[in-house]
């Protein structure tokens, strides 16, 4: 019997290329632990589980309308009604809790920016490592910052749900962003143990040499991000678009593990390279 999959929202963060062509961008990678229960040792794309407080109504004070409006319009085929807006706070809870970045607004309206004292940075150190022992919810530090999300900033990408077949399966939601200008991605040690910045096309070069190892939706996200020149066309590309859910297969061939995706290509479950 399948196992139900559990809802999961990931961020793609993009950002300009510090070298070569002024067009180009780079996308934050970052290395799943080798002891982790669900794709060890392989590089994604920050993100993780939705938890039942991201699904809270309360959490609605601390958005814009305009904002409350496209993310509960944006999910087809939702699990729940609260899912909705729970998926869109997950993803930028995980990609605070994981990467340090915050997608929020001060209560004067100026977006989040961690290039001030010494005392706030660690401040929302602290945070991060608070919300990873569950001491204290991302509600309270919003609360607490008279914070307002930014989900103005992020934009939906993508719908992938894990193969029937895997015995922990996730119905993730993928969002695209641009990174905050005046933040930086530090990951959080534990489920992410190194982070990286590189162009699309090179991450995939590398996996196809059996150096950087990627899950099927990891690889197929990439592919799609390499056909874009800018970050610009990269967001452009959402508006309007119809996200249709994707579910690969998993089928053992003479003690192979393979994974069939719906355009019929068959992906090897490759180790990576030491």
């Given at each position: 019997m399948a196992v139900t999959p559990r809802d999961a929202a990931t961020v793609i963060l993009l950002r300009k290329a510090r070298s070569g062509k002024d067009e180009d961008f780079e996308v934050l990678m970052a290395l799943r632990n080798r002891k982790s229960s669900f794709v060890p040792s392989s590089y994604v794309f920050p993100g993780g589980r939705v938890d039942d407080e991201d699904c809270l109504t309360k959490l609605e004070k601390f958005c814009r309308r305009s904002d409350l409006e496209k993310a509960k319009a944006s999910i087809e085929k939702p699990s729940f009604p609260e899912i909705d807006l729970g998926l869109w706070i997950a993803a930028i809870r995980e990609t605070?809790?994981?990467?340090?970045?915050?997608?929020?607004?001060r209560k004067d309206g100026s977006f989040m920016r961690f290039d001030g004292s010494n005392d706030e940075i660690e401040k929302y150190k602290a945070?991060?490592?608070s919300l990873a022992d569950r001491s204290v919810s991302f509600a309270e530090i919003l609360s607490e910052e008279r914070l307002t999300l930014a989900l103005d900033q992020l934009y939906y990408f993508s719908h992938w749900i894990t193969p029937e077949?895997?015995?922990k399966r996730f119905d993730t939601?993928?969002?695209v962003a641009e990174a905050p200008r005046f933040q930086t991605a530090l990951h959080d040690g534990q489920e992410l143990t190194t982070h990286l910045w590189i162009r699309p096309r090179k991450a995939l070069e590398q996996y196809w040499r059996h150096q950087f190892h990627m899950v099927v939706p990891t690889i197929v996200t990439l592919e799609e991000l390499s056909r874009f020149k800018r970050i610009a066309d990269v967001i452009e590309s959402t508006r309007g678009k119809e996200v249709q859910s994707?579910?690969?297969r998993i089928?053992?061939?003479?003690?192979?593990?393979q994974e069939h995706a719906p355009d019929g290509r068959i992906f090897r479950n490759l180790v990576a390279s030491e």
């Open positions: 605070f809790e994981e990467m340090g970045l915050l997608y929020a607004y945070y991060r490592k077949l895997s015995p939601r993928f969002f994707v579910m690969t089928v053992v061939t003479n003690g192979e593990v």
